[in-house]
């Protein structure tokens, strides 16, 4: 069963702390996503990468970076987490346009 | 703007019967359009892809249509069960060849037994 896993699904950090979300997938997926969803704005994409070592901006990057230093994990980092950075972090691949993607469980994450 | 609307109320049918959800979008071009079901505290579930030149798909109780001209699809489910109680979410692409997805906020199901 393929699988996109995130390593923790409750997280409680201190405003200021960095924080790293960690995401790894099973499928040889090229893409990879870091989206973050909260109560009626839907998902909304943080950043994303095409390839190895590569990664771009999505629509709401401010306060966060990323790393892909493997195909199979992109990892997102809160360089000083604040309080509007409370929320739900999904992880997602795909391997290309027309098709479906493959999401984790979540990561909550809470700060205090 | 860009946006995707879906039905903003929950929806709460009895056992048995259709369940019709819907997806408006404005300023967007999409090639395709998907339906993901999303369970509490879960991560979203790919259901169903439908592209621009297709009018409708089916997956088992699954419906989907995609009306370009509207902007608009509907997804039903049909002879729902309570096990289809979940959150649905419809997303598409960006268009212009730009695959990323931009999602609604869901559309809450409830089906009572």
């Known amino acids: 069963d393929v699988k996109v896993t995130q390593s923790s699904r409750y997280l409680v950090k201190r405003t200021g702390e960095k924080v790293f979300l960690e995401c790894v997938q099973d499928?040889?997926?090229?893409?990879m996503f870091w989206y973050r969803q909260d109560p009626g704005l839907g998902l909304r994409l943080i950043y994303f990468?095409?390839?190895?070592?590569?990664?771009e901006k999505g629509d709401i990057p401010e306060g966060y970076s990323v790393s892909r230093e493997k195909k199979e994990r992109f990892s997102l980092i809160l360089e000083s987490a604040s309080t509007n950075q409370t929320s739900m972090y999904l992880c997602?691949?795909?391997?290309?346009?027309?098709?479906?993607?493959?999401f984790g469980s979540g990561t909550r994450l809470t700060v205090v | 703007s860009q946006k995707i609307e879906q039905n903003s109320e929950a929806l709460n049918i009895q056992e048995g019967k259709t369940a019709t959800l819907t997806c408006n979008y404005t300023n967007y071009s999409p090639a395709y359009l998907q339906w993901y079901r999303q369970d509490p505290g879960r991560g979203p579930v790919f259901l169903l892809l439908?592209?621009?030149?297709?009018k409708e798909k089916r997956k088992e109780r699954l419906k989907v249509t995609f009306d370009t001209t509207l902007k608009q699809s509907l997804f039903h489910i049909t002879a729902s069960q309570p096990a289809d109680s979940a959150t649905y979410l419809c997303?598409?692409?960006?268009?212009?060849?730009?695959?990323?997805?931009?999602f609604g906020a869901g559309t809450t199901v409830t089906v009572r037994a």
């Open positions: 997303a598409l692409d960006r268009g212009s060849n730009d695959y990323k997805l931009s």
């Open positions: 997602a691949s795909s391997s290309g346009g027309f098709y479906g993607y493959t």
């Open positions: 990468s095409y390839d190895v070592k590569m990664k």
């Open positions: 439908i592209r621009e030149n297709e």
């Open positions: 499928m040889d997926h090229e893409n």
